[in-house]
Protein backbone atom coordinates (compact mmCIF):
# COMPACT_ATOMS: atom_id res chain seq x y z
CA UNK A 1 0.00 0.00 0.00
CA UNK A 2 1.58 3.54 -0.94
CA UNK A 3 1.36 6.62 1.14
CA UNK A 4 -1.76 8.83 0.57
CA UNK A 5 0.00 11.95 -0.79
CA UNK A 6 -0.42 14.10 1.56
CA UNK A 7 0.59 12.23 4.85
CA UNK A 8 3.87 12.77 5.01
CA UNK A 9 6.79 13.47 7.77
CA UNK A 10 8.03 17.10 8.80
CA UNK A 11 11.13 18.56 6.46
CA UNK A 12 13.63 16.65 6.40
CA UNK A 13 13.02 13.27 7.71
CA UNK A 14 13.08 11.57 4.48
CA UNK A 15 16.54 12.91 3.83
CA UNK A 16 17.70 10.70 6.33
CA UNK A 17 20.01 7.73 5.22
CA UNK A 18 19.34 5.01 7.62
CA UNK A 19 22.23 3.60 9.83
CA UNK A 20 23.53 0.65 8.24
CA UNK A 21 25.09 -1.46 10.94
CA UNK A 22 28.55 -3.80 10.56
CA UNK A 23 27.67 -6.85 8.20
CA UNK A 24 27.25 -10.34 10.04
CA UNK A 25 26.35 -12.90 7.38
CA UNK A 26 28.65 -13.89 4.29
CA UNK A 27 26.80 -16.00 1.31
CA UNK A 28 27.72 -19.61 1.57
CA UNK A 29 30.43 -19.04 4.41
CA UNK A 30 30.54 -22.48 6.77
CA UNK A 31 32.22 -20.15 9.52
CA UNK A 32 32.25 -16.37 10.14
CA UNK A 33 34.15 -14.02 12.55
CA UNK A 34 32.64 -10.77 12.68
CA UNK A 35 35.03 -7.91 13.32
CA UNK A 36 33.07 -5.49 11.95
CA UNK A 37 30.99 -4.13 14.99
CA UNK A 38 33.57 -3.47 17.67
CA UNK A 39 31.95 -6.20 19.86
CA UNK A 40 33.52 -7.39 22.62
CA UNK A 41 34.94 -10.87 21.59
CA UNK A 42 34.76 -12.48 25.23
CA UNK A 43 31.86 -11.38 26.02
CA UNK A 44 30.00 -9.91 28.94
CA UNK A 45 30.75 -11.06 32.44
CA UNK A 46 29.66 -14.61 33.52
CA UNK A 47 28.01 -12.35 36.55
CA UNK A 48 26.24 -10.51 33.61
CA UNK A 49 24.86 -13.64 32.02
CA UNK A 50 24.17 -15.21 35.59
CA UNK A 51 22.12 -11.89 36.23
CA UNK A 52 20.04 -11.80 32.66
CA UNK A 53 18.81 -15.77 33.08
CA UNK A 54 17.40 -15.18 36.80
CA UNK A 55 14.93 -12.39 34.78
CA UNK A 56 13.38 -14.92 32.36
CA UNK A 57 10.72 -15.66 34.62
CA UNK A 58 9.78 -12.40 35.15
CA UNK A 59 8.92 -10.82 31.88
CA UNK A 60 6.07 -10.03 32.00
CA UNK A 61 6.93 -6.76 35.07
CA UNK A 62 7.57 -3.47 34.03
CA UNK A 63 10.91 -2.32 34.87
CA UNK A 64 12.11 -1.22 38.49
CA UNK A 65 13.71 1.54 39.15
CA UNK A 66 16.82 2.49 38.00
CA UNK A 67 18.29 3.81 41.07
CA UNK A 68 20.64 0.89 41.85
CA UNK A 69 22.10 0.68 38.76
CA UNK A 70 23.12 4.56 38.70
CA UNK A 71 24.29 4.35 42.46
CA UNK A 72 26.68 1.21 41.08
CA UNK A 73 27.47 3.37 38.28
CA UNK A 74 28.67 6.61 40.84
CA UNK A 75 30.23 4.29 43.25
CA UNK A 76 32.83 3.14 40.41
CA UNK A 77 33.32 6.24 38.62
CA UNK A 78 33.55 8.31 42.09
CA UNK A 79 30.33 10.73 40.35
CA UNK A 80 27.28 11.80 42.11
CA UNK A 81 24.05 9.31 41.23
CA UNK A 82 22.00 11.63 40.62
CA UNK A 83 24.25 13.59 37.46
CA UNK A 84 23.40 9.59 35.26
CA UNK A 85 21.02 8.88 33.08
CA UNK A 86 20.35 6.08 31.36
CA UNK A 87 19.39 5.28 27.70
CA UNK A 88 18.81 2.42 25.53
CA UNK A 89 22.63 2.85 24.36
CA UNK A 90 24.34 5.59 24.17
CA UNK A 91 22.74 5.79 20.49
CA UNK A 92 18.92 6.96 23.05
CA UNK A 93 20.99 9.48 25.19
CA UNK A 94 22.35 11.06 22.28
CA UNK A 95 19.19 11.18 19.88
CA UNK A 96 17.41 12.21 23.22
CA UNK A 97 19.98 15.18 23.65
CA UNK A 98 19.29 16.45 20.19
CA UNK A 99 15.73 16.24 20.68
CA UNK A 100 15.87 18.26 23.83
CA UNK A 101 18.58 20.95 22.87
CA UNK A 102 18.64 21.39 18.56
CA UNK A 103 15.99 21.86 16.12
CA UNK A 104 14.84 23.80 13.34
CA UNK A 105 17.31 26.72 12.84
CA UNK A 106 20.02 25.16 14.92
CA UNK A 107 23.80 23.51 14.56
CA UNK A 108 25.33 20.72 15.68
CA UNK A 109 28.68 20.51 14.98
CA UNK A 110 31.33 17.45 15.17
CA UNK A 111 34.15 16.48 14.01
CA UNK A 112 34.65 14.84 9.85
CA UNK A 113 34.81 11.35 10.66
CA UNK A 114 32.79 11.47 13.58
CA UNK A 115 29.85 8.33 14.89
CA UNK A 116 27.41 8.30 11.86
CA UNK A 117 24.44 8.78 14.81
CA UNK A 118 25.56 12.70 15.18
CA UNK A 119 24.31 13.40 11.89
CA UNK A 120 21.10 11.14 12.68
CA UNK A 121 19.97 12.41 15.79
CA UNK A 122 20.44 16.27 14.41
CA UNK A 123 18.84 15.32 11.32
CA UNK A 124 15.80 13.61 12.89
CA UNK A 125 15.43 16.69 15.50
CA UNK A 126 15.29 19.18 12.83
CA UNK A 127 18.42 20.84 12.67
CA UNK A 128 21.81 21.04 10.94
CA UNK A 129 24.67 19.01 11.37
CA UNK A 130 28.14 20.64 10.51
CA UNK A 131 31.32 18.86 10.35
CA UNK A 132 34.66 20.43 10.99
CA UNK A 133 37.90 18.92 8.89
CA UNK A 134 40.22 16.88 10.52
CA UNK A 135 43.50 16.63 11.30
CA UNK A 136 46.03 13.56 10.62
CA UNK A 137 42.59 11.75 11.02
CA UNK A 138 41.70 13.46 14.38
CA UNK A 139 39.55 15.72 15.71
CA UNK A 140 41.10 19.33 14.69
CA UNK A 141 40.08 21.58 17.80
CA UNK A 142 40.60 24.89 16.04
CA UNK A 143 38.26 23.71 13.61
CA UNK A 144 36.13 22.71 15.89
CA UNK A 145 36.19 26.06 17.41
CA UNK A 146 36.27 28.00 14.58
CA UNK A 147 32.78 26.09 13.49
CA UNK A 148 31.11 27.53 16.20
CA UNK A 149 28.55 30.55 15.96
CA UNK A 150 25.09 31.43 17.32
CA UNK A 151 23.04 28.86 16.44
CA UNK A 152 25.15 26.24 17.67
CA UNK A 153 23.71 23.97 20.32
CA UNK A 154 25.18 21.08 20.87
CA UNK A 155 28.89 19.96 20.23
CA UNK A 156 30.07 15.86 19.92
CA UNK A 157 33.24 14.91 20.36
CA UNK A 158 33.82 10.94 20.71
CA UNK A 159 36.99 10.43 22.47
CA UNK A 160 38.68 7.70 21.47
CA UNK A 161 36.72 8.26 17.99
CA UNK A 162 34.90 5.84 15.74
CA UNK A 163 36.05 4.52 13.73
CA UNK A 164 39.85 6.22 13.67
CA UNK A 165 40.81 5.13 16.84
CA UNK A 166 42.42 8.47 17.80
CA UNK A 167 41.78 10.98 20.54
CA UNK A 168 42.73 14.29 22.10
CA UNK A 169 43.95 15.08 25.20
CA UNK A 170 42.02 16.79 28.39
CA UNK A 171 44.44 20.45 27.43
CA UNK A 172 42.39 19.76 24.01
CA UNK A 173 38.95 19.37 25.52
CA UNK A 174 38.85 21.93 28.24
CA UNK A 175 40.33 24.58 25.54
CA UNK A 176 37.01 23.07 23.20
CA UNK A 177 34.64 23.72 26.29
CA UNK A 178 35.93 27.23 27.16
CA UNK A 179 35.15 28.11 23.45
CA UNK A 180 31.70 27.45 23.46
CA UNK A 181 29.17 29.73 22.80
CA UNK A 182 26.76 30.52 25.74
CA UNK A 183 23.55 28.52 24.35
CA UNK A 184 25.83 25.63 23.51
CA UNK A 185 26.82 22.22 25.27
CA UNK A 186 30.13 19.86 24.65
CA UNK A 187 28.69 15.87 24.62
CA UNK A 188 32.11 13.85 25.08
CA UNK A 189 31.20 10.44 23.78
CA UNK A 190 33.40 8.21 25.66
CA UNK A 191 31.69 4.95 24.18
CA UNK A 192 35.45 3.35 24.17
CA UNK A 193 37.55 5.05 27.21
CA UNK A 194 37.27 1.94 29.10
CA UNK A 195 39.74 0.41 26.83
CA UNK A 196 42.36 3.50 28.15
CA UNK A 197 45.04 3.18 30.38
CA UNK A 198 44.13 5.40 33.02
CA UNK A 199 47.27 7.78 32.36
CA UNK A 200 45.63 8.39 29.03
CA UNK A 201 42.12 9.37 30.32
CA UNK A 202 41.15 12.32 28.94
CA UNK A 203 39.70 13.95 32.26
CA UNK A 204 35.97 14.06 31.04
CA UNK A 205 34.47 13.37 34.34
CA UNK A 206 36.46 16.20 35.69
CA UNK A 207 34.92 19.09 33.09
CA UNK A 208 31.18 17.52 33.72
CA UNK A 209 31.98 17.87 37.82
CA UNK A 210 33.19 21.43 36.85
CA UNK A 211 30.88 23.00 34.38
CA UNK A 212 27.30 22.93 33.64
CA UNK A 213 27.77 22.96 29.80
CA UNK A 214 29.83 19.78 29.57
CA UNK A 215 28.07 16.09 29.04
CA UNK A 216 30.03 12.54 28.88
CA UNK A 217 28.61 9.51 27.39
CA UNK A 218 29.46 5.75 27.75
CA UNK A 219 28.14 2.84 27.14
CA UNK A 220 27.59 -1.03 27.96
CA UNK A 221 27.72 -2.12 24.40
CA UNK A 222 31.69 -2.58 23.97
CA UNK A 223 34.11 -3.19 26.85
CA UNK A 224 31.06 -4.69 29.02
CA UNK A 225 29.99 -7.18 25.88
CA UNK A 226 26.27 -6.14 26.19
CA UNK A 227 25.53 -4.84 22.81
CA UNK A 228 22.48 -7.17 22.63
CA UNK A 229 20.46 -5.68 25.30
CA UNK A 230 21.07 -1.59 24.64
CA UNK A 231 22.53 -0.17 27.38
CA UNK A 232 24.06 3.41 27.90
CA UNK A 233 24.89 6.63 30.15
CA UNK A 234 25.31 9.66 30.47
CA UNK A 235 26.89 12.13 33.24
CA UNK A 236 25.09 15.45 33.21
CA UNK A 237 24.82 18.86 34.41
CA UNK A 238 21.85 18.58 37.10
CA UNK A 239 19.69 20.88 34.88
CA UNK A 240 20.46 18.30 31.43
CA UNK A 241 19.26 15.44 34.18
CA UNK A 242 16.02 17.27 34.53
CA UNK A 243 14.99 17.77 31.31
CA UNK A 244 16.61 13.90 30.19
CA UNK A 245 14.01 12.46 32.37
CA UNK A 246 11.44 14.89 30.98
CA UNK A 247 11.49 13.26 27.68
CA UNK A 248 12.77 10.15 27.97
CA UNK A 249 10.05 7.26 27.98
CA UNK A 250 8.79 5.67 31.18
CA UNK A 251 10.75 2.52 31.35
CA UNK A 252 13.55 3.20 28.49
CA UNK A 253 15.06 0.43 30.14
CA UNK A 254 14.62 -2.84 30.18
CA UNK A 255 14.63 -5.11 33.54
CA UNK A 256 17.19 -7.38 31.91
CA UNK A 257 19.65 -4.79 30.99
CA UNK A 258 19.09 -3.22 34.41
CA UNK A 259 20.02 -6.38 35.79
CA UNK A 260 23.09 -7.84 33.42
CA UNK A 261 24.21 -4.18 33.51
CA UNK A 262 24.63 -3.72 37.58
CA UNK A 263 26.48 -7.28 37.44
CA UNK A 264 28.66 -6.30 34.46
CA UNK A 265 29.70 -2.62 36.52
CA UNK A 266 30.64 -4.84 39.59
CA UNK A 267 32.78 -6.77 38.09
CA UNK A 268 35.69 -4.51 37.44
CA UNK A 269 38.33 -7.60 37.35
CA UNK A 270 36.74 -8.43 34.57
CA UNK A 271 36.41 -5.29 32.67
CA UNK A 272 40.80 -4.62 33.38
CA UNK A 273 41.20 -8.68 31.88
CA UNK A 274 39.15 -7.38 28.48
CA UNK A 275 40.99 -4.19 28.75
CA UNK A 276 44.52 -6.05 29.02
CA UNK A 277 43.86 -8.45 26.51
CA UNK A 278 42.48 -5.96 23.74
CA UNK A 279 45.59 -3.52 24.85
CA UNK A 280 47.89 -6.70 23.57
CA UNK A 281 46.69 -8.03 20.86
CA UNK A 282 44.83 -4.73 18.81
CA UNK A 283 48.81 -3.69 19.15
CA UNK A 284 50.18 -6.88 18.31
CA UNK A 285 47.99 -7.18 14.84
CA UNK A 286 48.64 -3.00 14.05
CA UNK A 287 52.26 -4.55 13.82
CA UNK A 288 51.48 -7.05 12.01
CA UNK A 289 49.50 -5.54 9.44
CA UNK A 290 51.81 -2.43 9.22
CA UNK A 291 54.54 -4.94 9.02
CA UNK A 292 52.56 -6.27 5.61
CA UNK A 293 52.82 -2.96 3.75
CA UNK A 294 49.43 -1.80 4.75
CA UNK A 295 49.31 1.55 7.34
CA UNK A 296 47.32 1.02 10.29
CA UNK A 297 45.90 4.62 11.83
CA UNK A 298 47.34 3.91 16.06
CA UNK A 299 43.71 3.05 17.97
CA UNK A 300 43.18 3.64 21.42
CA UNK A 301 40.16 1.24 20.76
CA UNK A 302 38.67 -2.17 20.49
CA UNK A 303 39.31 -1.53 16.36
CA UNK A 304 42.12 -0.64 14.15
CA UNK A 305 41.95 1.54 11.12
CA UNK A 306 43.77 -0.07 7.69
CA UNK A 307 44.39 2.11 4.98
CA UNK A 308 44.12 -0.03 1.77
CA UNK A 309 43.40 3.11 -0.72
CA UNK A 310 41.88 1.63 -4.24
CA UNK A 311 42.68 -1.50 -3.15
CA UNK A 312 40.02 -1.62 -0.07
CA UNK A 313 37.61 -4.00 -2.18
CA UNK A 314 39.61 -6.42 -2.56
CA UNK A 315 40.93 -6.75 0.63
CA UNK A 316 37.73 -6.88 1.98
CA UNK A 317 36.55 -9.64 -0.49
CA UNK A 318 40.18 -11.32 0.33
CA UNK A 319 38.86 -11.73 3.97
CA UNK A 320 35.70 -12.14 3.34
CA UNK A 321 36.42 -15.48 1.07
CA UNK A 322 38.10 -16.85 4.68
CA UNK A 323 35.49 -15.95 6.61
CA UNK A 324 36.01 -12.73 8.31
CA UNK A 325 34.37 -9.58 8.52
CA UNK A 326 35.49 -6.26 8.50
CA UNK A 327 34.06 -2.98 8.13
CA UNK A 328 33.96 -0.75 5.15
CA UNK A 329 33.98 3.20 6.35
CA UNK A 330 32.93 4.74 3.04
CA UNK A 331 29.72 6.00 4.93
CA UNK A 332 32.72 7.88 7.31
CA UNK A 333 34.35 9.58 4.44
CA UNK A 334 36.58 7.19 4.50
CA UNK A 335 36.53 5.21 1.09
CA UNK A 336 40.16 3.79 1.41
CA UNK A 337 40.02 2.36 4.80
CA UNK A 338 38.89 -0.64 6.32
CA UNK A 339 37.83 -1.06 10.44
CA UNK A 340 39.00 -4.13 11.91
CA UNK A 341 37.21 -4.95 15.52
CA UNK A 342 40.16 -6.42 17.38
CA UNK A 343 38.74 -10.30 18.13
CA UNK A 344 40.21 -13.05 20.15
CA UNK A 345 43.83 -14.56 19.56
CA UNK A 346 42.47 -17.12 17.14
CA UNK A 347 40.43 -13.67 15.14
CA UNK A 348 43.67 -11.56 15.37
CA UNK A 349 46.12 -14.55 14.02
CA UNK A 350 43.70 -15.58 10.79
CA UNK A 351 43.44 -11.42 10.11
CA UNK A 352 47.22 -11.21 9.53
CA UNK A 353 47.53 -14.77 8.06
CA UNK A 354 44.92 -13.24 5.51
CA UNK A 355 46.22 -10.01 5.18
CA UNK A 356 50.17 -11.17 4.78
CA UNK A 357 48.08 -13.82 1.72
CA UNK A 358 46.21 -10.50 0.27
CA UNK A 359 49.71 -8.50 -0.09
CA UNK A 360 52.29 -11.80 -0.95
Known amino acids: MTA ?17 GGSSHIDGANRIIKLSANENPHGPSPRAIEAYRGLADRLELYPEAQEDLTAAIAEVHGIEADQ ?29 HGFLMYRLSTLAAGA ?13 IDALIAGMNERTRLVFIANPNNPTGTMVGHEDLVRLADALPPQAMLVIDSAYAEYLKPAEQDGAIDLVRTRDNVIMTRTFS ?29 FNVTSPALAAG ?13 RVTNEVWRDWLSREISGQGLPVVPSKGN ?29 YGLPGYLRISVGDEEACRLVAEAVAAFQG
Open 262 to 274: LAAIRDQAYVERC
Open 303 to 331: FILVEAGDRVTALDTHLKARGLIARRVDG
Open 84 to 112: IVLGAGSDEVIALLCKAYAGPGDEVLYSQ
Open 222 to 250: KIYGLGGLRLGWAYVPNHVAAVYHRIRGP
Open 4 to 20: HATIVPRPGVLDIAPYV
Open 128 to 140: TPVTAPETDLTAD
